[in-house]
């Protein structure tokens, strides 16, 4: 049962240039996206959030765009810094109390 | 910066064995959530809490499995007769209300032998 998917499960990008990572969902009924980070031995940390009523949020250097057409969300991570080195997870939500995670895209940054 | 902590960080358990996880959320929180993460796999939904019952839970989240706010700061996670493929990595979240994320705490690596 693949509610959220993240097809590409690594990215390298140089330092500086941007990071674009991908999660496409099935579902009609999610009204709520986030994505997290997690690092090795830690659990997911928040990153940014976005409802489904907009279409582009951004924090500082990271930005959420929402396709609801295409059942698409991207994170924008501009410019990266090695910091961001660390598993993405996208999560979904239909407004029960779950989130439904992707299986995560792990990005490197490359000084 | 408040964070939600969870103990014991690894806990290794003989199957058949009972094991209890715990996890203290941020004070000022209302839900709790309880997710499990196997290894190399995605992060799935086991349970949420709130107003001291439990509001969803997943098919994963069966009669070995229970969950307690035994005071009010302790969230726990029970699961009796332990199986092999019980071990994974236990998250326990929480959020102040239904329009705030979710807050993680660093898990516990439960490993059955």
């Given at each position: 049962d693949q509610q959220?998917?993240?097809n590409?499960?690594?990215?390298?990008v140089q330092e500086?240039r941007?990071?674009?990572l991908?999660?496409?969902y099935?579902n009609?009924?999610?009204d709520?996206?986030?994505?997290?980070?997690?690092?090795p031995?830690?659990?997911p940390?928040f990153l940014?959030s976005i409802?489904?009523?907009?279409d582009k949020?951004?924090?500082?250097?990271?930005?959420v765009?929402?396709?609801?057409?295409?059942?698409?969300l991207?994170?924008?991570?501009v410019?990266?810094?090695?910091?961001?080195?660390?598993?993405y997870?996208?999560?979904a939500?239909?407004g029960t109390?779950?989130y439904?995670f992707?299986?995560?895209?792990?990005?490197?940054?490359l000084a | 910066?408040?964070e939600?902590?969870?103990?014991?960080?690894?806990?290794?358990t003989q199957?058949?064995?009972e094991?209890?996880?715990?996890c203290v959320p941020i004070s000022n929180?209302?839900y709790f959530?309880w997710?499990?993460?196997?290894?190399?796999?995605k992060?799935?939904f086991?349970?949420?809490?709130?107003?001291?019952?439990i509001?969803?839970?997943s098919?994963?989240?069966?009669?070995q499995?229970?969950?307690?706010?035994?005071?009010?700061?302790?969230f726990t996670?029970k699961?009796r007769s332990t199986?092999?493929?019980?071990s994974?990595m236990y998250f326990c979240?929480s959020?102040?209300?239904?329009?705030q994320?979710?807050?993680?705490?660093d898990?516990?690596r439960?490993s059955i032998?």
């Open positions: 959220v998917k993240q590409s499960p690594s990215l390298s500086g941007i990071s674009i991908n999660c496409d099935t009609s009924m999610f709520y996206f986030l994505w997290y980070k997690k690092y031995a830690e659990g940390t940014i409802s489904s009523i907009k949020n951004e924090d500082g250097r990271f930005t765009f929402l396709n609801k057409s295409a059942k698409h991207s994170l924008h991570i410019p990266s810094q090695p910091g961001d080195s660390a598993v997870f996208c999560a939500s239909d109390y779950k439904i992707g299986t995560g895209t792990r990005l490197k940054v | 910066e408040p939600v902590t969870q103990t014991p960080s690894h806990q290794v199957m058949g064995q094991v209890i996880l715990r929180h209302l959530y997710y499990r993460q196997i290894l190399g796999q992060v799935e086991l349970v949420s809490f709130y107003n001291n019952e509001s969803e839970k098919e994963i989240f069966d009669d499995f229970s969950v307690e706010r035994p005071d009010g700061s302790n996670l699961i199986k092999l493929e019980d994974a979240a959020r102040r209300d239904i329009n994320p979710q807050h993680f705490g898990g516990t439960l032998l």
